[in-house]
């Protein structure tokens, strides 16, 4: 019983000097007093780095409910609605451990209304909508966009890129796989060529990151697509773009495994097994969707 006296009085005079502590400070003391991967430690780190300079360096007597309401508000102008979801329960597991530790009376997040958001609807975008999103890009971004709309690859693989997977001579790009998903050479369209070669003219390091900042530390896969939501009269997703390459290539494509293997699907029956695309019969699909492209965004 003395002893969880004394623990209790030891937590409130750590709570009555906690209050004016800074955000920052605070989450210095969460990561040290954390015992998690290398790995794990990077991503948390870089998600509250995000959180601080998003809401600021603040006491913590000021992340009151109304504040942390108001920074998720905006942070939803910028995430998809399952994304900005997950995010407000990452922060609210976050805060658990402040007030747990008695850096704060209690977590402010808990007062936050969070409504689950519906369930998303994948969709094919439209030529004139793809061609809006070509043109809002800027020469930061257009890599990353035409990987998704032209290559169809999904933000992890993007992440994954480096110099030797990009072929410029055969106009080729090495996917690594991800989330089960197949190894796979998908063929560069025109228009996604020229802007690769103009990328990688002058880096030479073989293991030198595609998606990357100047630095060359990673960069936040989602940004691109958060440029672009700023830009267009419509609401997208970076999934989206990956549904409207695989509509579009079904579209031409002679045959369904063509398609499969160009997304990373695997085969799902035995017959679909044995049935392997040429390297001609996917460029011959790639060129065929990216002429009804032009096609259809010049008549849009």
């Given amino acids: 019983m003395e002893a969880e006296v004394r623990k209790q009085r030891t937590a409130m005079q750590g709570l009555r000097h906690s209050p004016d502590m800074k955000l920052a400070e605070a989450i210095n003391e969460y ?61 609210r597991s976050r805060f658990q451990w402040f007030a747990e530790q008695w850096y704060i009376p209690a977590n402010p997040v808990e007062l936050v209304k969070v409504r689950v ?13 793809t061609r809006q999103l070509c043109a ?5 971004i257009i890599v990353r966009y035409l990987l998704a709309q032209d290559a169809g690859l999904a933000l992890q693989e993007m992440s994954n ?13 090495e996917v690594l796989p991800i989330k089960g998903r197949a190894h796979r050479a998908v063929p560069m369209t025109e228009r996604l060529h020229r802007e690769l070669a103009h990328r990688l003219a002058e880096v030479t390091d073989p293991d030198a990151k595609l998606v990357a900042t100047r630095k060359e530390n990673p ?3 989602h940004s691109f697509v958060r440029h ?23 579209a031409v ?29 996917c460029r011959a699909a790639i060129a ?13």
């Fill in 31 to 91: 990561l040290d007093a954390r015992v998690i991967s290398q790995g794990t430690r990077q991503r948390e780190t870089q998600a509250l780095n995000t959180f601080v300079r998003g809401i600021g360096n603040k006491r913590l007597a000021d992340l009151t409910p109304r504040a942390l309401a108001e920074y998720i508000e905006r942070r939803k102008l910028l995430l998809a609605p399952w994304t900005s979801y997950r995010e407000t329960l990452w922060l």
């Fill in 161 to 173: 890129l480096r110099r030797r997977h990009i072929d410029l001579q055969e106009k080729m790009i």
């Fill in 228 to 250: 672009l939501r700023l830009r267009v009269p419509f609401t997208f997703t970076a999934h989206d773009l990956r549904h409207t390459f695989s509509t579009r290539l079904a």
């Fill in 253 to 281: 494509a002679q045959r369904q495994r063509i398609v499969q293997y160009l997304m990373g699907h695997h085969p799902r029956t035995p017959t679909e097994k044995y049935d392997h695309p040429s390297l001609q019969d």
């Fill in 117 to 129: 958001p519906h369930e998303t609807r994948r969709r094919a975008l439209s030529y004139d909508e």
């Fill in 136 to 140: 809002a890009a800027s020469s930061r």
């Fill in 288 to 300: 065929a969707m990216d002429a009804a492209r032009r096609k259809g965004e010049q008549s849009a």
């Fill in 219 to 221: 960069r936040d896969p």
